[in-house]
């Protein structure tokens, strides 16, 4: 088959949608960019701002592996536009370590082999940091359903749990 | 998602001259519903109007001894708001029945109220839909319709509405207040939604330039014997198959009040207040319960895949009224139904 | 061995915790375009015409592609026949011609400057097709469905010994189509590098079957195209075969000239593959005192028009229960449905969730406790060949897996057991897997500063191979952890199967053992050439390379440091590449084996059905990290209770379209759902299958939870649920 490069066809081109400019704070950075408003932030963040850590699981609220905390609360990233959080402090996966150190987070979802793929890790870890933030799980039973907008396919929960459980522990300590 | 204009609202005045500007406008406060619709093709508003900004974030108590509820409250402000918690804990357990921590801290109080049907069909643009496509048919009449309604239906349409906290706001007997471009005005709950009829396309009675401002609720909050009882098919973040709001006043073993709302059965928060005013004077037990819950599925009616929902239903209220009168809520995070 | 049995954290978690893992989808190019493919809406039939006048006018759209104008793309089906592609038929090809095969088939890609762009224009494309009927529904096709060829040989007349049965069970148990739906998007990122060569980050389970599909596909000689998947997001088998996004990525960049990302909706990788729905149908007789005479097994699945998928679903039976009459059959039913593929445990997660719940009513029947029965059929053959297995500690997880869940507590009564307004059951299950093993090479470089690096062209799925390489490569080869690299999921590494089949573990350790062994007999001549070597007399068969040192195991003093042997000999890298094959051994059977417990408490008036614990008692031979391992089968449980309870593909079989296709609607386990799930592995050494005696996890940990679930359920309410999934309405009266 011969490759022909389809013509535009005649008619007026229908432009894209104007830019708006907005600011951000991610990860303790002051950001500026220029988006659409159809970007959501989590397409601002992984393709305009290469901060990948955060994922796309299904981009409809339904998976949380796009869990980031704005303002201090964690959000599905995938379901808000960027030009709505214009002026927002973002916290991505990439911001929980500081200074080279992992959140204590980070090291119990190591400890405790808190995922397998990887792929809804930044979201369970985000969330998690959200949770323990919002100060309404003690039990487990509390931390599994506060936890349950965040699936796991490779079925990681009881280490997930577990490792929220020692995160909690070492803050209160 | 097509192509939309963006616009931040400044004030009141400001969303409802923008909105009242471009047809087919929409409001975008929490997004965890119509963006998703957006992404689906579902929903094409040439414009979103953002009112996430507009001072209506006060939870205030009125004179008359109940709570104003801004429209922009977050879900989960509000369902851990001290007032809420403490007079209104049918509320606050029914939203936390819903949807996920992230989207409840997204969502708000306005925008729950205005989300649309789950129906697998409204959201398959290749599926034919009289709610999202006039005239286009139910394919859900016919199709796969396990999680659809069984009160309320009509020929064109057997969606359900997918809320929680609105199953609770029925039957707290909320009253919705709404600003448009004539003033203002207040609707009772039960009159905000509608049933499909013949214009499925329509959720609610809200005129396409009226925005909801904030949700009123009466004095009464039946903080001692209630229970929202949510049944689906996992433990949680999932929809309700078949959801019970119960609450109750009680006097020495009678009852003196009584209220019970359904969700997920029909295609709005369904009461029927004729089965409550049956309870009212009766003793508390399960024959009074098994009465209103016979009442209030008289007209029940199944399709192919969700006839089983009238007998769940019918045990789900049998047992959060039994909740209520003991005293024992359901707990949103204990799995186990006490 | 230092690591080797260890419960070492995983190497690669710190690039995990971090957001710094790069998966295919978060390769970044400064000349990249988006794909958005758009998608049919009928199950059947052609397009009659294909409109993307409206899609080119929006500003930003580069182009769009249909099988009217994209560049060119094998002809012979044979080019798109993967390794791992069905014997019969012609896989999918996408974009090639104008039929339509499956609803939800690509049939247009959309490319533009910005992804949000190329969505939008996918909107716009306005198709026209000529519809053709079509058929989605197992129930409906199975009386039309073909009997397949299948190496399972019957033995005795078990339709004879059925009817002399002192006591018989026949039942039908179904399993409805259910989808991997890894949590990462199918995506691929193709970097185009000029000269024409494409550099491929792709969502795939193998590397080096997704460059020889892709050099087919697009004759391209193998050195110009590179596939990389160095993270994957999760598989469970949806990976094993090239997906769409991969030939349509790649088609974008040969039409732009340019780097090209597509990443598929969710919505659309229900439309890539799935777990067949099956109908599987046992007859089970026996003697009273409950030994098995006659074992009657069929399945009925649903494939493509258009290729015939199936496995070994009827055969598990042969390996875990003696019968001197046997009979096994498997039928496919052709579908309008995209092709079926592998879903953990293929074959063993339906066929033996059939078997062992037949066994479960056959106990019943019987009177005897289900692990008595399962104790008194006990087979220490594999009956289809007549051989014993390498090693088969099943019986060992019984007794533990029992004693650990508490089973003879457990009232052999139906309805008996309560906890307050919840009925209690418990029931349990056997499993059985194939340890199957694939040669596999590995390659180390090892550098004269005590570093090495370990290299194979495997994937890691989420399965741990990162870390089970490096400490068996660490342990071989005398080093500390820190001191080895890993390098996986890479095309132009030494060839490696497609991670599946539970096979990868024990395939790429051997390989590393190999080639670390020809490391040790090249640091020996080094050490034995330094002057006055205290290994000069030494044999090699004494030599081990331990804490970094070469030491002669037989002689006396520590050795010679490898970093010494290496500068002395003037070597500042030792290079090493082998294959390892396996020996074939015939009179063996190799397999996994466990034992499930389950506790189910289920509200009697609600049907509200809660699984509150899981044991699994695995036998899979020597466990090379005991942290990852008992994470993979703590998963494979959580799957094995979403696929008992949730999981469920539902189809509008008028509109041949799956129809909850999003993970809101097709239900898998959360947090909320997953309560005690306690791992044993039983000590199994095998001598035999291999010399690290390893056998594979990926798939034991999942067969027979829905079993030992649905047993439990029906020990709980005394009501017996074949079909999956159990939800609560099928508990109302």
């Given amino acids: ?159 997930i749990v577990a490792a929220i459980q020692q995160a909690m522990e070492r803050q209160r300590s | 998602m097509i192509n939309f204009q963006y616009a931040r609202a400044t004030d009141l005045a400001d969303a409802l001259r923008q909105i009242a500007a471009e047809p087919g406008a929409k409001f975008i406060a929490g997004g965890t519903n119509l963006i998703d619709l957006m992404k689906e093709d579902v929903e094409r508003p040439p ?86 496509t006039p005239g286009s048919g139910c394919a859900a009449r016919y199709g796969v319709n396990r999680i659809h309604a069984i009160l309320g239906t009509s ?37 905000l939604h509608r049933l499909p009829g013949t214009t499925p396309e329509r959720d609610t009675n809200l005129a396409a330039d009226e925005i909801i401002t904030a949700v009123e609720l009466p004095e009464r909050g039946f903080a001692a014997n209630y229970s929202y009882l949510k049944i689906r098919d996992r433990l949680s973040y999932a929809f309700a198959l078949v959801s019970v709001a119960a609450a109750l006043e009680l006097e020495h073993g009678t ?81 186990k139904i006490r | 061995m230092t690591y080797i049995g260890t419960s070492i954290s995983r190497v690669d978690g710190p690039a995990k915790v971090t957001g710094a893992a790069k998966y295919a989808g978060d390769t970044a190019a400064s000349d990249l375009a988006y794909g958005a493919v758009v998608t049919s809406t009928i199950a059947k039939g052609r397009i009659a015409t ?134 990462e998007l199918y995506v691929s990122t193709v970097l185009w590098d000029g000269d024409g060569k494409l550099t491929v980050h792709d969502k795939t389970q193998g590397v080096q079957n997704v460059r020889d599909y892709l050099c087919g596909v697009f004759s391209i000689k193998p050195d110009k195209l590179r596939v990389m998947s160095p993270f994957m997001g999760g598989g469970f088998g949806s990976g094993l075969r090239p997906q769409y996004e991969a030939p349509l990525a790649v088609l974008g960049a040969q039409a732009l000239e340019r780097s090209v990302r597509l990443v598929l909706t969710r919505q659309q990788m229900f439309a890539l593959c799935y777990r067949p729905a099956t109908i599987e149908r046992l007859a089970l007789g026996a003697q009273s005192g409950g030994t098995l005479e006659s074992v009657s097994h069929e399945a009925i699945a649903v494939t493509s028009q258009y290729e015939d998928f199936f496995r070994n679903d009827s055969g598990w039976s042969g390996l875990l229960y003696k019968s001197a009459n046997a009979k096994y059959g498997h039928r496919l039913a052709h579908v309008d449905l995209p092709t079926p593929s592998d879903m953990r445990a293929p074959g063993a997660a339906t066929g033996v969730y059939g078997l062992e719940c037949a066994m479960d009513e056959l106990a019943v029947a019987l009177k005897l406790d289900p692990i008595e029965l399962r104790l008194r059929c006990y087979s220490d053959r594999d009956q289809h060949d007549d051989v014993p297995y390498t090693s088969k500690k099943l019986r060992e997880c019984y007794r533990q897996g029992a ?31 194939d340890a199957w093993q694939v040669d596999t090479a590995a390659r180390i470089v090892l550098t004269a500063n005590g570093h090495a690096e370990v290299a194979s062209a495997c994937s890691d799925i989420g399965t741990g191979t990162h870390t089970i390489m490096a400490q068996v490569a660490a342990d071989l080869l005398g080093l500390p952890l820190e001191a080895v690299t890993v390098r996986l999921g890479d095309s132009t590494l030494p060839k490696a199967p497609v991670e599946g089949g539970s096979w990868l573990a024990a395939s790429v350790s051997h390989a590393i053992a190999k080639t670390a062994d020809e490391i040790r007999k090249e640091l020996w001549q080094l050490a034995k050439a330094m002057p006055n070597s205290p290994l000069a007399a030494s044999h090699l068969e004494d030599i081990a390379l331990v804490d970094g040192r070469i030491i002669d195991k037989k002689g006396n003093g520590g050795g010679v440091p490898i970093t010494d042997a290496m500068r002395h000999g003037r070597r500042d890298r030792l290079e090493c590449e082998t294959t390892n094959s396996f020996a074939e051994d015939k009179k063996h059977a190799r397999n996994t084996h466990s034992a499930i417990f389950a506790e189910v408490k289920v509200d009697e008036e609600l049907g509200v059905i809660r699984v509150t614990r899981v044991v699994n008692a695995v036998a899979a031979g020597r466990i090379l990290n005991t942290k990852t391992a008992r994470s993979q089968i703590m998963g494979a449980v959580v799957g094995g209770i979403g696929m008992a309870l949730h999981e469920e593909t539902l189809i509008d079989h008028t509109l041949g379209r799956m129809m909850n296709s999003n993970i809101a609607e097709y239900h898998v386990p959360v947090n909320a759902d997953i309560h005690d799930i306690e791992v044993i592995f039983v000590d199994e050494p095998d001598e035999i299958i291999n010399p690290l005696g390893i056998k594979g996890l990926g798939e034991i940990g999942i067969v027979g939870v829905a079993a030992a679930i649905a047993n439990a359920i029906y020990h709980a309410t005394g009501k017996r649920v074949r079909d999956l999934p159990i939800t609560l309405d099928k508990l109302l009266p």
């Fill in chain 3, 403 to 433: 004693a650990a869940f508490g089973w003879d507590r457990r009232n052999p009564e139906q309805r008996s057991m309560r906890d307050g307004s919840e009925l209690v059951g418990w029931g349990m299950a056997s499993g059985v897997w």
């Fill in chain 2, 155 to 191: 020929d064109a349409c057997i969606a359900t509405h997918p809320s929680d906290m609105c199953v609770a706001l029925a039957a707290l007997d909320a009253q919705v207040h709404v600003a448009g471009p004539s003033g203002g005005r207040t609707l009772t709950f039960a009159d």
């Fill in chain 3, 50 to 183: 294909i409109d993307t006048g409206a899609a080119l006018r929006i500003a930003g759209v580069l182009d769009v592609l249909t099988h009217e104008n994209r560049p060119r793309m094998a002809r012979r089906t044979a080019a798109y026949k993967d390794f791992v592609a069905p014997e019969q038929g012609s896989p999918f090809r996408p974009l090639y011609d104008d039929k339509i095969l499956f609803s939800g088939q690509p049939i247009a890609l959309v490319l533009a400057e910005e992804w949000e762009i190329a969505r939008f224009a996918a909107t716009l494309v306005r198709v026209e097709y000529e519809a053709e009927p079509f058929a989605t529904d197992l129930q409906v096709e199975r009386e039309r469905a073909a009997a397949i060829e299948q190496p399972l040989k019957s033995r005795g007349d078990a339709d004879k010994a059925y009817g002399d049965a002192a006591v018989r069970h026949e039942a039908e148990y179904f399993i409805p189509i259910e989808h991997h739906n890894p949590i």
């Fill in chain 1, 1 to 159: 088959m011969a490759r022909t490069r389809r013509k535009r066809p005649n008619g007026q081109t229908i432009p894209a949608p104007e830019k708006i400019t907005i600011s951000l704070t991610v990860n303790g950075a002051p950001r500026e960019l220029a988006v659409a408003p159809w970007v959501t932030l989590l397409d601002a963040l992984r393709e305009r701002l290469g901060l990948t850590g955060t994922k796309k699981g299904c981009d409809h609220g339904q998976c949380g592996a796009c869990t980031v905390l704005v303002d201090g609360r964690r959000i599905n990233s995938c379901m808000t536009f960027a030009v709505m959080q214009d002026g927002a402090k973002v916290t991505t996966v990439e911001g929980l370590a500081r200074d080279g150190t992992l959140h204590p987070l980070q090291q119990a979802f190591i400890d405790h082999d808190a995922f397998q793929c990887g792929s809804c890790t930044s979201g369970q870890l985000c969330s998690a940091a959200g949770l323990i933030a919002e100060g309404r799980a003690s039990t487990v039973e509390e931390i599994r359903e506060l936890m349950s907008g965040n699936l796991c396919r490779c079925g990681a929960y009881p280490n």
């Fill in chain 2, 47 to 132: 414009r979103l109007i953002d009112i996430s900004r507009l001072p209506l974030r006060e939870v205030e108590q009125t004179r008359h001894g109940g709570l104003l509820i801004g429209a922009l409250v977050p879900n989960s402000d509000l369902a851990y708001h001290p007032l809420i918690e403490r007079h209104y804990p049918l509320l606050a357990s029914a939203i936390l029945a819903g949807a996920s921590a992230q989207l409840r801290n997204m969502a708000s109080t306005g925008g729950n109220l205005l989300q649309r049907t789950r129906c697998y069909y409204f959201y398959d643009t290749a599926t034919p839909c009289n709610k999202r």
């Fill in chain 2, 255 to 335: 009852i003196k009040e009584a209220r019970l709302a359904l969700g997920g059965v029909a295609h709005k928060p369904w009461r029927n207040v004729s089965a409550e005013a049956a309870m009212r004077g009766e003793p508390a037990n399960r024959a009074t319960f098994a009465r209103a819950a016979d009442a209030i599925l008289r007209d029940a009616k199944g399709f192919a895949h969700n006839a089983f929902k009238i007998e769940l239903a019918r045990r789900a209220i049998l047992r959060a009224l039994s909740q209520a009168a003991a005293g024992t809520p359901q707990s949103q995070s204990v799995k």
